[in-house]
């Protein structure tokens, strides 16, 4: 009888992506986040801050684990930003609905996350690309987000003044740097977008005239 290494059998058949370890703490993350908007309007803040904390975790462990262990999935690779744009923006809409945030913060975050869309829709029907590697900017500007996210709910948890306190401080330093950077990382991106639209029409223009040169060859 002959035998079959299982080494020779390619990694996504041999393990399903929603049981990879980076995708189940992707998904528990997901899970998280209902529990987490029902603890601050419960004004429950210590746990909401808790929450908050284990979610932070989770979104920098399944990044790691998904290179040590060698289990990167496609799925992964769209699960992990839409998780993490559910939890952020949903922190957002609700801190801002309970009076917590200024409106413009919520309304330039969210901005942003709707001109991405359109850019990246106009990008993928122009040139048909889907794969969007987030940039520097935009690695920076979620950073603060989780930042300025977490100085919120530790300031609603310790009850801190709104001045004269290192939290206060940290946390208007935090939102000042995300209202920055979310307006810088919106403009890179659609930026590069374009760039990579002119690019890819450039080739399709060569590769047209090309065949043109071997028609009239021919």
């Given at each position: 009888?002959?035998?079959?290494?299982?080494?020779?059998?390619?990694?996504?058949?041999?393990?399903?992506?929603?049981?990879?370890?980076?995708?189940?703490?992707?998904?528990?993350?997901?899970?998280?986040?209902?529990?987490?908007?029902?603890?601050?309007?419960?004004?429950?803040?210590?746990?909401?801050?808790?929450?908050?904390?284990?979610?932070?975790?989770?979104?920098?462990?399944?990044?790691?684990?998904?290179?040590?262990?060698?289990?990167?999935?496609?799925?992964?690779?769209?699960?992990?930003?839409i998780s993490d744009k559910i939890l952020l923006s949903s922190l957002?809409?609700?801190?801002?609905?309970?009076?917590?945030?200024?409106?413009?913060?919520?309304?330039?975050?969210?901005?942003?996350?709707?001109?991405?869309?359109?850019?990246?829709?106009?990008?993928?029907?122009?040139?048909?690309?889907?794969?969007?590697?987030?940039?520097?900017?935009?690695?920076?500007?979620?950073?603060?987000?989780?930042?300025?996210?977490?100085?919120?709910?530790?300031?609603?948890?310790?009850?801190?003044?709104?001045?004269?306190?290192?939290?206060?401080?940290?946390?208007?330093?935090?939102?000042?740097?995300?209202?920055?950077?979310?307006?810088?990382?919106?403009?890179?991106?659609?930026?590069?977008?374009?760039?990579?639209?002119?690019?890819?029409?450039?080739?399709?223009?060569?590769?047209?005239?090309?065949?043109?040169?071997?028609?009239?060859?021919?």
């Open positions: 009888m002959t035998g079959i290494s299982v080494a020779t059998i390619p990694v996504e058949r041999r393990i399903s992506p929603l049981r990879t370890a980076p995708n189940l703490l992707t998904m528990f993350r997901m899970a998280l986040t209902p529990l987490l908007i029902w603890a601050v309007l419960e004004r429950q803040y210590q746990t909401a801050f808790v929450l908050f904390l284990m979610a932070a975790l989770t979104d920098g462990m399944d990044g790691l684990l998904a290179r040590w262990l060698e289990q990167r999935t496609r799925l992964g690779q769209y699960l992990d930003p957002f809409l609700v801190l801002t609905r309970l009076g917590i945030l200024k409106t413009e913060i919520a309304a330039v975050v969210f901005g942003r996350d709707i001109g991405m869309l359109c850019v990246a829709a106009i990008l993928y029907f122009c040139t048909g690309v889907r794969d969007f590697h987030p940039t520097l900017l935009g690695k920076a500007n979620s950073l603060s987000q989780v930042l300025a996210l977490g100085m919120v709910l530790l300031s609603l948890m310790t009850g801190a003044p709104r001045s004269g306190s290192w939290i206060s401080a940290g946390e208007r330093f935090a939102l000042d740097a995300t209202m920055l950077l979310t307006v810088l990382s919106g403009f890179h991106y659609a930026l590069v977008a374009s760039r990579r639209i002119g690019v890819v029409t450039e080739q399709k223009a060569l590769g047209s005239a090309k065949e043109v040169r071997r028609e009239d060859a021919a």
